[in-house]
């Protein structure tokens, strides 16, 4: 598979996984999956409760599933939201992803699936990492 389906799966493969998204309250389902550097996807929906801060986003989610089964290495992130603007990783989730993979691409895309293609470093200009301790 050549570079440009397998952006185009990872973004099918974030579409398929906003189905499951559990958002009762705000009501935006978001649906991520990651590439680990094996190739493998894994992907995730949010996660709200009546306790809203204890909701977890589409991508930590779908970050977690991989590093719990082994996995630190990413080459990419599909992300899509609910509505017809492209969705961005928010701040927490910018920070999460920084932490393995710095020099990642994150594909921003919309409820149907058209995406811009921006590099963690772009929206995260001097993260804190851990050589920053
Ligand atoms: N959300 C994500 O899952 N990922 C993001 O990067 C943006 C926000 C979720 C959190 C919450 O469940 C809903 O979208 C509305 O903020």
Do not use: H, W
Request: contains cysteine; glycine residues 8%.
């Amino acid at each position: 598979m050549d570079n440009e389906n397998k952006k185009a799966a990872l973004m099918k493969a974030a579409i398929e996984a906003k189905e499951l998204a559990y958002a009762p309250y705000s009501r935006f389902s978001v649906g991520a999956a990651v590439m680990c550097d094996d190739g493998t996807f894994y992907t995730g929906c949010n996660i709200e409760n009546a306790s809203y801060p204890c909701g977890i986003c589409a991508e930590r989610t779908a970050v977690s599933k991989a590093v719990s089964e082994g996995k630190r290495k990413f080459r990419m992130i599909a992300v899509t939201g609910s509505s017809a603007e492209k969705c961005t990783p928010c701040g927490i989730c910018r920070q999460f992803l920084y932490e393995f993979a710095p020099e990642m691409v994150v594909l921003c895309g919309d409820k149907d699936g058209a995406f811009d293609e921006i590099a963690l470093s772009e929206l995260l200009p001097r993260g804190f990492g851990a050589s920053s301790l």
